[in-house]
């Protein structure tokens, strides 16, 4: 009977010890060092939109190294976005992490470009208005405390980058976001903006949207960087948003790229601001990942 009972309890404990370890696989825990992914789903307003996360830890290991968040292009291929930056992240010693927001849980430019702000980004009213925790950026703080919790790191902030439609939604997320953790954001080569011209509707403007007018100061004071290539100047470059309204910017990158810091120096001149926001043309480059990536990079460590 006795040897009956330790057979039953060493099954418990045996069957206890397997479910355990399901458990915390399934929690997809990213390694102290290494390359690969984990699936982050802890966000409750995105519980059932899972975001596969793209990570490189260099091997100099310590817990202070700095993170770096970086937002993929419309192709949505976080893997080569992470690729691209394990040379810089080795070399200089940061964490990459790179959210895949699929196309099927943030679909189009309204759920990835404009940052799921409004149901239409397009034709924004205040019936069509999100929650501010379901925008596609609310879930970039909880993915760099949760990192942070599994790689026992203790930065006290991130720095966040994206390249083209990932500038897009680098720079929305500056202007509309109010992370604490959060540092200096890069947008790399956007293809247009969301300018601070409050004449314009959203999301080519300010009008319209959520941006609060007391709120100029605050932003004009953070730091922001624009990034464009000197050769990222091709008005019929594929992907690249044309129209009326949008063209008032420019009729490329580059031409709107200056548009943009032009226009919120001018702001921040009239009413006695200081702009903290810079930018930078990086020379030889077109509409490329690496060299602007590089530059960026280079720029922030």
């Known amino acids: 009977m006795i040897k009956k009972f330790i057979l039953i309890s060493f099954t418990l404990i045996l069957f206890g010890c397997d479910r355990n370890e399901e458990i915390t696989n399934s929690l997809n825990t990213p390694p102290l060092a290494g390359t690969g992914s984990f699936i982050y789903n802890q966000y409750d307003p995105f519980i059932n939109k899972p975001i596969e996360v793209f990570y490189h830890v260099p091997e100099n290991l310590n817990n202070d190294l700095p993170i770096l968040i970086s937002l993929h292009g419309a192709e949505r291929n976080g893997s080569n976005h992470r690729n691209t930056l394990i040379s810089k992240s080795n070399q200089l010693n940061f964490i990459v992490i790179v959210p895949q927001f699929s196309n099927d849980f943030f679909t189009g430019g309204d759920g990835y470009n404009l940052a799921n702000i409004f149901i239409d980004g397009d034709n924004p ?70 300018t601070l011209d409050d004449t314009i509707d959203f999301p080519y403007g300010l009008s319209n949207g959520p941006f609060q ?26 992907g690249l948003r044309r129209n009326s309204i949008v063209d008032l910017q420019g009729l490329n990158r580059l031409d709107r790229a200056n548009h943009f810091f032009t226009l919120a120096n001018s702001i921040a001149s009239n009413q006695n601001i200081n702009c903290n926001w810079q930018k930078f043309i990086v020379p030889n480059a077109a509409h490329e990942l690496s060299p602007i990536s590089n530059y960026a990079i280079n720029l922030l460590y």
């Open 125 to 194: 009213s205040p019936s069509t208005l999100n929650q501010e925790d379901k925008w596609t950026f609310s879930v970039l703080d909880p993915i760099f405390n949760y990192v942070k919790d599994a790689s026992t790191n203790t930065s006290n902030k991130y720095n966040l980058i994206g390249f083209s439609a990932g500038g897009q939604l680098a720079h929305r997320t500056f202007l509309f976001g109010n992370s604490i953790f959060r540092n200096t954001t890069v947008a790399m080569s956007p293809g247009w903006y969301t």
């Open 213 to 238: 007018n007391n709120e100029l100061n605050i932003r004009l004071s953070k730091q922001l960087i624009i990034l464009v290539g000197a050769n990222d100047n091709d008005p019929n470059a594929p």
